[in-house]
Nanobody, 115 residues
Framework: QVQLVESGGGLVQPGGSLRLSCAASGSINSGDTMEWYRQAPGKPRTWIAFILSSGTTSYADAVKGRFTISRDNAKNTMYMEMNSLKPEDTAVYYC?????????WGQGIQVTVSA
């Protein structure tokens, strides 16, 4: 069984920064792909970034240049550094781990960008 726990969310002013963490426990393979998604109120959950075990990354256009995804395989932890935050970044952020057998999701963490 795999568990994912997000942390680091909260309230920040426009233009501010936050760093999200996603700690994985259980049967983890360092080769598994990890991703971040977010869901704004009244909108569907949308993909924002992935990182491969090799360190290769990809981003949605909405966050490219402002968000940076990274991972520490030794700690089974993924991160998302979020800079230049905008009110439209307000959402619940979810991490996802894609194993050989099935995907796993974290419980989500709220990020609110507001003055």
């Amino acid at each position: 069984q795999v568990q994912l726990v997000e942390s680091g969310g909260g309230l920040v002013q426009p233009g501010g920064s936050l760093r999200l963490s996603c700690a994985a426990s259980g049967s983890i393979n360092s080769g598994d792909t990890m991703e971040w998604y977010r869901q704004a109120p009244g909108k569907p959950r949308t993909w924002i970034a992935f990182i491969l075990s090799s360190g290769t990354t990809s981003y949605a256009d909405a966050v490219k240049g402002r968000f940076t995804i990274s991972r520490d395989n030794a700690k089974n932890t993924m991160y998302m550094e979020m800079n230049s935050l905008k009110p439209e970044d307000t959402a619940v952020y979810y991490c996802k781990l894609n194993t050989m057998t099935r995907p796993y999701w974290g419980q989500g963490i709220q990020v609110t960008v507001s003055a």
